[in-house]
């Protein structure tokens, strides 16, 4: 009787063990999942470039602001082509760089 008694404690202490193991495992797991949450947060997953002209003058062509589409590779841009007239002076813009983060 006395052998049972110890089993049944040795059984236990067993259970105890495992559910203990798996409450550790399922908090580590936890904190897994926040750090990869927070990682995906910082992380760039699409950029586009865009400009705008500055000067609002009537010799520069095209858009007066205007963006490529979003992408997820590294490729260059649709050309661009500075569509000014025979006029001194030129053109003025500025040029920016947009990304998103996250998923």
Known sequence: MLFITFMAVGATETEES???DFNELRSSMASLQAELA???ARTITACRI???ETEG?????GHRHSCSGWSIHP?????FRDDTDNRP???FYQWKLEC???I
Not at 57 to 61: E, H, L, T
Not at 75 to 79: A, D, S
């Open 18 to 20: 495992k559910g203990k």
């Open 38 to 40: 927070s990682v995906k």
């Open 50 to 52: 865009c400009f705008q």
């Open 57 to 61: 003058s009537s010799q520069c062509q």
């Open 75 to 79: 490729e260059w841009t649709l050309p």
């Open 89 to 91: 002076g030129g053109c």
């Open 100 to 102: 998103l983060k996250g």
